[in-house]
């Protein structure tokens, strides 16, 4: 319940990314476009009064300079804007000839012979003084609309707003674009795990072009394989256990149900016979689980003949009562083997076994020197094999299938693992025969030159 609250109150990456970038770029972008209108609106202020001041100083140039005591019809300077406001004016405000106001405070100002700048009544406004023999006697005065500024700087930022809702619209575009790129691949790594975890191993993540996500796919596939490996392990090592316990685990109960069913039974051998078998039930577990795991030393040296002794001894007791000797032979000199013992110990287990159940007479366990390697050939006497070589080695899955089954895939597979190989050498009277690469030759130290 918690989970499913948490991720109901959780934002989707999609909406974060598209909400984080067009964020970021909004208030970018009204920061500067704030900026940028208290510039165009200064920019153009200054413009205007420049414009004005040419103008008055233009006006100035050309008024005569006697006009505050002879005052004549006025007219503006050719060329001059058809919207300005231009007068002359006395060195104390009042208006002599022109248009503007009848009295302008600004015109005082200019009396001290420099231009000034002014918002009289609406009006942006420039006063330049009319120079004469007898200094400053009447001022020119040139004014224009501020609305006239004000409208262009309007225009200036409705098409910055323009603009910065385009960069914002396309920010998002862009941010609608990169959000979904970067979270598809995201999602489709949930749905892989989500996969994996309802136990689908073959879970396969598409290249996306976003280095990380790629590398967090190409994880959890070889997550997905060990897993789906480690799985198949697990199950072939319950087949595995299964069937090799299964002759030994039934040559106990039965010793023991036949010692319980004589009355002059040996309960005391019975029981010795029993511990024996248990005490192989257990090296059986103990070598599949180091095998399972991989567990053990990686370069043994395998005693054979101790190897050979030890199975003769163990299948004696295990055949105890039935027609069906073991014998072993090894052939001197054989070679150094590094392979691990358990694996070898269960190949041979797993090839009597099946001499013991689809066989019949003697069983003969040979080992020889075949020059670079070993050979351990498994006979009988029995029928011997009716099946194809090859799939008499395939590992059966049905709880019914007969014949040779799991244990012979077993048998090779541990023999392969150990680099060597299981073949059936020859179908009737069968003979299994197990190859075991020798051991490299140390190559001569400084301790031990050669002769």
Avoid at 27 to 32: D, E, K, M, S, T
Avoid at 59 to 70: F, G, K, S, Y
Avoid at 180 to 188: F, I, T, W
Wanted: hydrophobic share 45%.
């Amino acid at each position: 319940m918690a989970d499913r609250t948490a991720r109901a109150a959780s934002t989707p990456l999609r909406r974060q990314l598209l909400v984080t970038i067009v964020g970021i770029t909004s208030i970018a972008v009204l920061v500067l476009a704030l900026l940028l209108a208290v510039a165009v609106q200064r920019l153009y202020h200054s413009e205007a009064i420049t414009k004005l001041e040419r103008d008055a100083t233009r006006v100035a140039a050309t008024a005569p300079d006697d006009e505050a005591h002879n005052p004549r019809p006025f007219s503006k300077p050719v060329g001059l804007n058809k919207r300005l406001v231009v007068g002359i004016y006395r060195v104390d405000g009042t208006r002599i000839v022109g248009d503007g106001p009848e009295s302008s405070p600004l015109a005082s100002e200019a009396a001290n012979g420099r231009l000034h700048e002014s918002v009289e009544g609406g009006t942006l406004t420039v006063v330049a003084p009319i120079p004469s023999e007898v200094g400053v006697t009447s001022i020119a005065r040139v004014g224009m609309p501020q609305n006239d500024v004000n409208d262009r700087r309007n225009r200036a930022w409705l098409l910055m707003g323009a603009f910065a809702v385009l960069v914002i619209g396309l920010a998002a575009g862009a941010a609608f674009y990169q959000s979904r790129r970067l979270a598809r691949p995201l999602e489709r790594l949930t749905r892989a795990a989500q996969s994996l975890g309802d136990g689908d191993f073959t879970v396969r993540a598409e290249p996306s072009g976003v280095r990380e996500a790629d590398e967090a796919g190409r994880a959890l596939e070889v997550t997905a394989r060990r897993l789906g490996s480690m799985l198949d392990r697990e199950r072939a090592f319950s087949a595995d256990v299964s069937h090799q316990l299964r002759t030994p685990l039934t040559g106990l109960l039965l010793g023991l149900e036949s010692a319980l069913e004589r009355p002059s039974a040996d309960l005391t051998a019975a029981i010795r016979a029993a511990v024996r078998r248990g005490e192989h039930l257990r090296d059986i577990i103990d070598d599949l689980l180091r095998l399972a795991r991989d567990a053990g030393p990686d370069a043994e040296v395998l005693d054979v003949p101790d190897l050979l002794a030890d199975l003769r001894s163990r299948w004696s007791v295990t055949l105890a009562g039935v027609d069906r000797p073991v014998a072993v032979t090894a052939h001197d000199p054989l070679p150094d083997l590094h392979v691990k013992s358990s694996a070898v110990r269960q190949i041979l287990d797993v090839l009597i076994d099946n001499a013991v159940t689809h066989g019949a007479g003697r069983i003969t366990v040979e080992a020889s020197d075949i020059g670079g390697g070993l050979a351990i050939d498994v006979s009988d006497e029995g029928p011997g094999v009716t099946d194809d070589a090859e799939d008499i080695f395939a590992r059966r899955h049905s709880a019914s299938a007969d014949g040779h089954g799991i244990g012979l895939a077993l048998a090779r597979s541990l023999a392969e693992a150990e680099g060597g190989r299981l073949v059936l050498r020859r179908p009737s009277p069968p003979i299994f025969t197990l190859l075991l690469p020798a051991a490299d030759p140390l190559p001569p130290s400084a301790d031990h030159p050669n002769p």
